[in-house]
């Protein structure tokens, strides 16, 4: 069974209430009426609305990589909108200089550092 892009999304907003990003809002609107894509508004502080979308056809594990990707920008910009480090999720390994990436690894959907190339965590999974 493909995961919805609801519960790709409630991964990633795991991720983010665990590690003391923002609180994402979401409206549960379609963006547009795209042939094939679900999608949903992600709603900022400044009253201000992205669109989050994916594919129908995309598989599940490549649906929650395409997710946190978009959120991670959303999140980036609004962090740095706040005047906050714009690092999120922030690696361990290298404090204070870049975000983890999401990647499709052979695990599944996870986080990975884009320096040493080293997975932190599955996607969901992050610890504050």
């Known amino acids: 069974m493909q ?3 609801a519960d790709a999304l409630g991964l990633v907003v795991r991720d983010l209430e665990r590690t003391g990003g ?11 009426n795209l042939y094939g894509y679900e999608s949903v508004w ?10 989050l979308s994916a594919p129908l056809e995309m598989g599940s594990a490549e649906r929650v990589v395409h997710v ?3 959120v991670q920008e959303f999140v980036l ?6 005047g906050r480090p714009a690092s999120w999720p922030e690696c ?14 052979e695990g599944g959907p996870e986080w990975v550092c884009p320096k ?9 999974g992050l610890q504050g």
Do not use: K, N, Y
């Open 68 to 70: 946190a990707d978009q």
């Open 42 to 51: 992600m709603l900022s502080g400044r009253r201000a609305r992205t669109g």
């Open 92 to 105: 361990g390994e290298h404090p204070g200089s870049h975000p983890l990436e999401a990647r499709l690894a």
């Open 116 to 124: 040493s190339g080293r997975a932190v965590s599955a996607i969901g």
């Open 77 to 82: 910009e609004e962090l740095g909108r706040l």
């Open 3 to 5: 995961i919805s892009l």
């Open 22 to 32: 923002l609180t994402l809002r979401v409206l549960d609107e379609p963006v547009d």
